[in-house]
């Protein structure tokens, strides 16, 4: 299986090839909603392209569950991902979106979706095995931007692709997690985006839990500013990072909260980093960071002795509620 840093660094070539794997599948083009089925590191895809469809005109849903949303029918694309094929709620969820007669595409590696497709003759890109699924992202995300680049569902040029996968391959986020991972140590991150960048937000969330074995959470402006800051002056507090993730394009209005709420968080002596995304096109700013995360959490496990590829605790789960 390798190590995780050998994983991190083959995101790019993954995202190559995810490319021309999803530029083989063209989708239906009265599709009028998309929804995105999957779970954890099946289900950062969905997220991530949700960011990305924010400006399109197809409503985006993710969907974190056994059985998608009611309005789910005929004309909607029901993107279904697990990298193993076999996870319960995203099973349950592709046959929900057979029995709603959705237009359904699958990406897995293998297992009883990749199964279930043959039989319903289900549109279907298989991305190599052998990986954990939260490391083949760089799949993911490309085959699915292929397919809805060359299908009209989303426009980014093959210019901004590129540079995106180049953005990937930035061996300087290396060197640069290494020097911020020092910040994170002993503390529980809170990682705070504006609503838009939530899907970020979420992969930090995710590598930090799986890949750094600690809890980590997020939050959104501007909601937060609405609840969460209540507990600002509580002394459990100490025990809390705040990382505040910014984007130059962060409404004016969200700018100005990330600000008054870092400030109230100094007061409280809560520690903060501040991430400023870089890159000319929100996908290349989002594999930027998705990859300066994914090396943070590294340094964090191997700092801690920890082995960060295994998940014990997710499979003791799975085979927990797979028992009769
Ligand atoms: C484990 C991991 C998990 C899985 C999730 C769903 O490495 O990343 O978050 O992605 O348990 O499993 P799959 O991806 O096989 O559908």
């Not at 592709?94 to 990406?107: E, F, G, H, K, Q």
């Not at 990986?131 to 397919?147: H, I, K, S």
């Not at 400023?276 to 300066?292: P, T």
């Amino acid at each position: 299986m390798g190590s995780i840093l050998d994983a991190i660094r083959a995101i790019p070539r993954q995202a190559r090839e995810g490319l021309q794997l999803g530029r083989r599948v063209r989708i239906r083009s009265d599709i009028q909603h998309v929804i995105f089925a999957g779970m954890g590191g099946s289900g950062i895809p969905g997220d991530l392209m949700q960011a990305l469809m924010r400006e399109s005109r197809t409503p985006v849903t993710v969907n974190k569950d056994y059985k998608l949303p009611a309005f789910a029918g005929q004309n909607t694309l029901a993107v279904v991902i697990s990298y193993s094929g076999d996870t319960e709620e995203t099973l349950a969820a592709y046959r929900d979106a057979i029995t709603s007669r959705c237009t359904v595409l699958a990406i897995t590696s293998g297992g009883k979706l990749a199964e279930l497709c043959q039989s319903d003759k289900t549109p279907l890109i298989i991305v190599p095995g052998g990986l954990v699924p939260r490391q083949a992202l760089g799949y993911f995300l490309f085959a699915l931007l292929g397919c809805f680049t060359q299908s009209g569902l989303l426009a980014i040029t093959d210019d901004t692709l590129e540079q995106a996968i180049m953005a990937l391959e930035n061996t300087e986020l290396g060197r640069k997690a290494e020097e911020l991972f020092q910040q994170f140590k002993g503390k529980v991150p809170l990682i705070y985006t504006s609503q838009a960048l939530a899907g970020l937000g979420l992969r930090w969330k995710q590598a930090l839990n799986e890949n750094g074995k600690i809890p980590a959470y997020t939050g959104t402006f501007t909601e937060l500013c609405h609840n969460e800051v209540e507990g600002s002056a509580s002394p459990l507090m100490k025990g809390f990072h705040a990382v505040f993730i910014r984007d130059e394009r962060d409404h004016p209005g969200v700018q100005k909260r990330m600000a008054a709420v870092k400030a109230i968080l100094k007061e409280k002596s809560v520690t903060v980093t501040e991430i400023m995304l870089r890159g000319d096109h929100l996908l290349i700013k989002l594999c930027s960071a998705i990859q300066l995360g994914d090396y943070i959490a590294y340094f964090l496990a191997r700092d801690a002795g920890i082995d960060p590829l295994d998940t014990p605790v997710i499979r003791q789960i799975k085979e927990r509620v797979r028992k009769p």
